[in-house]
């Protein structure tokens, strides 16, 4: 099993309840990884590391199996499917806020109606797991 888990920089409490469900996905599971995502915007000035990442989750959880990457670009939701795609992530863990805002960006987006689920389900051979 493979996680893959987008967070904020600083993590913020709902990321903290995702990253918490993705590591409770992977507890039984010696060889299980979770990757953490973190997307430096390109409008912001600010960029966050791999090391400052990793840092942030460490103090939290403590030692963590896990990957870390900062991409930068505009779109989360594009990192997402690029990383889940190229490291045969198996699981995508997201808070219910973050799945509305996903849904409400891609409507802005494409001026369409889009389930971002069954998007996500049907372009990738994941699990995607909704923390509320």
């Known amino acids: 099993m493979n996680v893959l888990i987008p967070v904020r920089f600083p993590l913020t409490d709902r990321n903290k309840r ?17 990757t953490v995502l973190h997307l430096n915007s390109y409008p912001d000035d600010e960029r966050v590391t791999r090391r400052d990442l990793r840092t942030v989750v460490e103090r939290e959880y403590g030692d963590v199996r ?21 490291e045969e992530i198996t699981h995508v ?33 994941i699990e995607l797991v909704v923390v509320p």
């Open 18 to 34: 995702a990253l918490e469900r993705a590591l409770s996905l992977i507890d039984d599971d010696p060889m299980a990884l979770v």
């Open 93 to 125: 863990v997201i808070s219910e806020a973050r799945r509305r805002k996903w849904v409400d960006s891609l409507l802005e987006l494409l001026d369409v109606s889009v389930d971002i689920e069954s998007y996500l389900r049907a372009n990738l051979d």
């Open 66 to 86: 896990a990957d870390y990457i900062t991409r930068d670009g505009f779109l989360i939701e594009e990192a997402v499917l690029e990383e889940a795609s190229r």
